[in-house]
Structure formats: structure tokens, C-alpha cells
């Protein structure tokens, strides 16, 4: 190889591995330009989040929102004031009879499995009306001024399902009624399970008038009746009641023989309100 062949070459060979050497310096750089904005976006990213994490945080709940409600949507078949006054029977009978239920309630569970049949009858039969009214007081927040509860959104949200079932009929009101105090799909007190849709929907399922009905799995799913749930539960909470089921007729307790609690059997109950029809 001459001398000039082999100057040549390696003048080749620098200018090769300059311009390597000037690629991967603009590589390099557009690396770190990458990364850079990479780590922005990250950080606004992340920013983002926390921002719509604390928004969301702030924002108001779904029960919050339905307290603040001012034009309440009341349930058909209803009367009063927003509609939190609940009568179901025949106009003929001369007497009402108030029962004060709590959906979660578990003794309130099984007086409508043990007694809830002789009311139906009763009032199918003309001896007297009743009068429900809901409380709420066993989700235990501050929807209620009742701070025992278990915690959740099961009573109010099975109260707003009463109210759209009530929307549909009183016999659907009766039913699912029912249905949910139900040995079948009644839950524990602590197992919240009233406070899904899903669950009162397939609670629902059970009653005829209710099943497939589009109209009331709707006001369910949208909350129609969340607004009157929380009034009907105020109109509880200053009845003076103080536990659940509480039942009254012409403004006296009707109780069993003991004179403290509700009957929790059928012929209990139906010596009892003997004495309060005729009282």
C-alpha cells in the first residue's frame, strides 16, 4: 500500500468516526429531550391526577346532592308535603295504622315475615289503612339526626326502590315490600347489600307488577326517589320514634302484651290491634 492510499484511508477513517461520533450526539440528544418531556408529561400528568383526585374528593356524594334537592320528585299514590305521606287502603276504612320500618332492620325483617301477611289481609279486607313511614336512621350518618347505625347507604337507597315501586302501585309498594324483608333476600344488618342496585333489582324480580318494568328499574338506577327517601327519613326522625318496627294507631303505641314492643307474632298482632280498633 503507497504512502498516499494508506494517508487517504485514515483521513477516511476520522471523517467516518467524526460523523459517527456527531449521530450519536444528536441521538443522545434526542434522547434526553425525550426523556425531559417524558418526565413533564409524568409530572402534569400526575398533577392532573391529584387535581381530579381532590375535585372528585370535594365533590359532593349522591345523597349529598339529593339533601340539597329543593323540588322534590314525589312517588305517585303519595300525598303531603313532598310527598312523605304514604296511606295505603281502602277510603272506606275509618282507621290507620302507622308503621315505622327501617329497611335494614333485622327485627323489622322478621315482624313483616311473621306479621306482614295479617296486615295485608286486613287491609285488602277494609279494617284499616296503613301508613308507612321509612327511616334511614341504620345507615347511621348524617342524613339521619340517629347516629347508630351500621354505616352504608342500604336503608335509603331501599327506601328511594319503595318509592319507585310505589310510583308503579301500591300493590307493588305492598309486594316488594315484602319481598325484601323476605327471609329469601333479606341481608344481614351488617352486610350492606340493599345499597346496590343490582340487588334491588333482583329483589324486584320476585314481584309481577315489577319485573321487566322498565319505568321502575330506571327511577332505581337513576336515583328518581333519592331526594323524597331523605324527607320521608326527616319526616321519621321527628315522629319521636325511637326504634324500628314501631307500630301506632290513633297516635298510641299497638303493642304486644308486654306493652314495649311491637307484636312480633301473628296472634299477637292480631289481639293487639283488635284492642286498638276498637280503642
Request: proline letters at 4%; charged letters at 30%; one cysteine or more.
Amino acid at each position: 500500500m503507497s504512502a498516499r492510499n494508506s494517508k487517504a484511508n485514515k483521513a477516511a477513517a476520522r471523517e467516518r468516526l467524526r460523523e459517527e461520533r456527531e449521530r450519536q450526539a444528536k441521538r443522545d440528544k434526542m434522547r434526553r429531550q425525550i426523556t425531559v418531556g417524558l418526565s413533564v408529561l409524568a409530572v402534569l400528568g400526575l398533577a392532573g391526577g391529584i387535581g381530579y383526585a381532590v375535585v372528585q374528593a370535594n365533590k359532593p356524594s349522591a345523597w349529598e346532592a339529593a339533601k340539597d334537592v329543593k323540588d322534590v320528585k314525589a312517588p305517585k299514590n303519595t300525598s303531603g308535603e313532598n310527598g312523605t305521606t304514604v296511606v295505603i287502603g281502602k277510603p272506606t276504612a275509618k282507621k290507620t295504622l302507622q308503621v315505622f320500618e327501617d329497611s335494614r332492620c333485622p327485627v323489622c325483617a322478621v315482624f313483616e315475615q311473621q306479621v306482614g301477611p295479617v296486615i295485608e289481609k286486613d287491609v285488602e279486607a277494609g279494617k284499616y289503612k296503613i301508613q308507612y313511614v321509612g327511616a334511614t336512621f341504620l345507615d347511621g350518618d348524617a342524613m339521619s339526626e340517629n347516629k347508630v347505625g351500621s354505616f352504608g347507604e342500604g336503608s335509603k337507597n331501599a327506601l328511594s326502590a319503595l318509592g319507585a315501586a310505589l310510583d308503579v302501585s301500591p300493590d307493588a309498594f305492598m309486594k316488594f315490600k315484602s319481598a325484601m324483608y323476605s327471609a329469601k333476600f333479606h341481608p344481614e344488618e351488617s352486610k350492606d347489600e340493599l345499597a346496590e342496585d343490582s340487588y334491588i333489582l333482583k329483589i324486584a324480580d320476585a314481584v309481577p307488577e315489577l319485573k321487566d318494568n322498565k319505568d321502575f328499574e330506571k327511577n332505581v338506577k337513576e336515583g328518581t326517589f333519592d331526594a323524597w327517601a331523605l324527607r320521608m327519613s326527616e319526616t321519621f326522625d321527628k315522629s319521636g320514634v325511637k326504634g324500628t318496627p314501631t307500630l301506632k294507631m290513633d297516635g298510641k303505641p299497638v303493642t304486644d302484651a308486654g306493652g314495649k314492643n311491637a307484636p312480633m307474632t301473628a296472634p299477637e298482632f292480631t289481639q293487639a290491634i283488635e284492642k286498638a280498633l276498637k280503642g
